[in-house]
């Protein structure tokens, strides 16, 4: 079964506006980490954050997360058209070292 | 870098043929590797664990004849689907990670089956 639950299951934005969207997952985690996937392609690595942490940046990108909710936001600031992608987060349970568990994802379209 | 490559990157078979899709670390040894499953517009399922010497450890519901993995080395693990089917045509993806300290898991370009 799906962990991780992403909403909105879509987004449409323009370039400049911030992006928001968010994870709601079930179990206990040692981190959740957030992925990006162009259509067709791999996934990207974006950002990981651990349990005992609130927050974190990295460029445009900032995560929250809180455990007492079971929920973590991606918010991509000034968004550009090269943002468009799919975003998926992943869950590292305490009782499955390792094993990602994906959410359903958030298809994000960012027009000129 | 982490770069984690696969061949193929795409793959058009006959049903009843079997497919080997390769996974491989291209500088830095895996110590484990991972591979998923995604259909179209859909989520990355895990299907099984794979650590360099060792059996794979396959996810609930996934048939260990139907997908074998061998890690047989520690920047190669394969994944074969034998006797494919038009119902195993799925974008196959693998990931790597270097150590089990390691939390970041990297992941190659994928891999699209289609069994006609």
């Known amino acids: 079964s799906q962990q991780g639950e992403e909403d909105p299951q879509a987004l449409s934005i323009q370039e400049g506006e911030n992006a928001t969207m968010n994870c709601s997952y079930k179990?206990?985690?040692?981190?959740l980490q957030w992925y990006r996937q162009n259509s067709g392609r791999g996934l990207v690595h974006l950002i990981l954050?651990?349990?005992?942490?609130r927050e974190k940046h990295s460029g445009r990108l900032r995560v929250t997360l809180d455990t007492s909710k079971k929920s973590s936001s991606l918010l991509i600031t000034a968004s550009r058209a090269a943002d468009t992608a799919s975003y998926f987060c992943?869950?590292?349970?305490?009782?499955?070292?390792?094993?990602?568990?994906f959410g359903a994802g958030t298809q994000v379209v960012v027009t000129p | 870098g982490a770069v984690v490559s696969q061949h193929p990157s795409r793959v058009i078979c006959k049903s009843g043929t079997s497919v080997k899709i390769e996974c491989r670390s291209l500088?830095?040894?895996?110590?484990?590797m991972f591979w998923y499953r995604q259909f179209p517009k859909k989520s990355l399922m895990l299907m099984a664990t794979?650590?360099?010497?060792?059996?794979?450890?396959?996810e609930q519901g996934v048939e260990k004849d139907k997908f074998l993995i061998n890690h047989a080395s520690l920047t190669l693990s394969t994944l074969t689907v034998t006797s494919a089917h038009p119902e195993d045509s799925s974008f196959y993806i693998c990931?790597?990670?270097?150590?089990?300290?390691?939390?970041?898991?990297?992941f190659g370009p994928g891999t699209r089956l289609l069994v006609l």
């Open positions: 954050i651990r349990s005992n942490e």
């Open positions: 990931s790597a990670t270097r150590s089990r300290a390691q939390e970041t898991q990297y």
């Open positions: 500088d830095f040894q895996a110590t484990t």
């Open positions: 992943a869950t590292d349970s305490t009782d499955s070292w390792g094993k990602l568990q």
């Open positions: 794979s650590n360099e010497g060792s059996k794979a450890t396959y």
């Open positions: 179990t206990s985690i040692n981190n």
